[in-house]
């Protein structure tokens, strides 16, 4: 498993629920999203969760997919059956979890960051200004490809 930061979206929810303990939570700028191993998304995860240890947070998985699987069969209000949800909780809890870095945190800041500096931009109307003859869109693609780029490296050296 692996804690991904997202920047929230304003078709977002304010209160979500945690896929872990099953807890409503306001949720931020940021969400935490828990994704398995395959890339799919499990859920988010409140921020008293995300202090957790790894152990922690698979008993609480495994715990949850035991709840849902004592459910019956509502299938008519939802598209997976709680069965279904639990089996896929029991592999996701046999997973180990990985921690967003604090790159990770700084990345979706810079992303919120520009998001806000690029709605300015267009309430001011100077949204296609140039600099040394490249567009700023250009220029908000190539500082971020850069970014990852140089955090991946460090990553990938560990």
């Known amino acids: 498993m692996r804690i991904r930061l997202e920047r929230k979206l304003s078709s977002c929810p304010h209160h ?3 896929t872990v303990c099953d807890r409503m939570f306001e949720s931020g700028r940021v969400r935490t999203l ?10 988010d995860i409140c921020p008293e969760c995300m202090r957790l240890s790894v152990e922690t947070i698979q008993h609480k998985i495994r715990e ?26 029991l592999d996701c809890s046999t ?10 945190w700084w990345l979706v800041q810079l992303e919120i960051f520009s ?3 690029s709605d300015a931009r267009n309430v001011t109307g100077i949204e ?6 490249r567009s700023r869109k250009a220029q908000d693609r190539s500082w971020r490809e850069r970014l990852r780029t140089f955090f991946e490296k460090d990553e990938s050296e560990k």
């Open 16 to 18: 979500l629920c945690c």
């Open 34 to 43: 828990l994704h398995n191993d395959e890339g799919f998304i499990q859920g």
């Open 64 to 89: 949850r997919a035991m709840l849902l699987l004592e459910e019956t069969d509502d299938s008519s209000n939802t598209t997976f059956s709680p069965q279904a949800r639990a089996m896929e909780l």
């Open 95 to 104: 997973e180990n979890v990985k921690y967003p870095q604090f790159y990770d």
């Open 115 to 117: 998001r806000k500096s």
């Open 128 to 133: 296609n200004w140039e600099y040394k003859g």
